[in-house]
């Protein structure tokens, strides 16, 4: 597609519950970024692809959330157990390669606002 | 610890007025710094990038300067309209950590 694409748009879901958000990114972007916005706050960065590999986790803030990438591609944000905190609205964004590309600029997605009641 | 500050929380200003926002950082090394518009309910949206080497870029009303022994971008807008209120947040890259972004400014024009 033309852009980042972030499903679902909206999510709410129970305390306890596990949720799945996905994001597309741009075709051809090697980079991809979860990052995690509360209102009146910056987007916190959560976790980095390099290719299907995570290069840096050291945003997640614990071991009930897990990223994949299994293709390269399509990436998928994993919560466990969910709890009320961490409700925001989930940010993905791609680029070309951020050391290297002329362009590395990031391409962001809507967002999922996560609701956890 | 590494900290990336945008001075303002809010900034109102004066239609055709120049708005300047401020993003400093702390103990980064950054190979570039980005500048991004945000609306409400919207991501992020990239406006300039400026490398280490560069002092300062320009696009059309956009004027972004950095200065890396102040460890201090300047981001400018001249001749203001009501339509630039949104907003901006900066973000760094270096070569050991990912792109992170500072909490942002809200800027509002008023007619």
């Known amino acids: 597609g033309a852009g980042v694409s972030q499903t679902p748009s909206n999510k709410v879901t129970e305390k306890g519950k596990y949720v799945e958000l996905r994001c597309d990114p741009i075709s051809g972007h090697t980079a991809l970024y979860w990052y995690r916005q509360s209102l009146g706050q910056g987007p916190e960065f959560l976790i980095y692809f390099q290719g299907t590999g995570a290069a840096d986790d050291s945003g997640l803030p614990n071991d009930r959330f897990f990223a994949v990438r299994p293709e390269g591609s399509v990436s998928t944000l994993k919560i466990q157990r969910t709890e009320r905190g961490d409700s925001a609205v989930y940010l993905c964004?791609?680029?070309?390669?951020?050391?290297?590309?002329?362009?590395?600029?990031?391409?962001f997605g809507q967002g999922t606002r996560l609701t956890v009641v | 610890s590494q900290k990336i500050e945008q001075n303002s929380e809010a900034l109102n200003i004066q239609e055709g007025k120049t708005a300047t926002l401020t993003c400093n950082y702390t103990?980064?090394?950054?190979?570039?710094l980005q500048w991004y518009r945000q609306d409400p309910g919207r991501g992020p949206v990239f406006l300039l990038l400026?490398?280490?080497?560069?002092k300062e870029k320009r696009k059309e009303r956009l004027k972004v300067t950095f200065d890396t022994t102040l460890k201090q971008s300047l981001f400018h807008i001249t001749a203001s309209q009501p339509a630039d209120s949104a907003t901006y947040l900066c973000?760094?890259?270096?070569?050991?950590?990912?792109?992170?972004f500072g909490k942002g400014t809200r800027l509002s024009v008023i007619a």
């Open positions: 400026i490398r280490e080497n560069e």
């Open positions: 103990n980064y090394s950054p190979a570039y």
């Open positions: 973000a760094l890259y270096s070569g050991n950590t990912p792109l992170v």
């Open positions: 964004a791609s680029s070309r390669a951020p050391g290297q590309a002329a362009r590395p600029e990031a391409f």
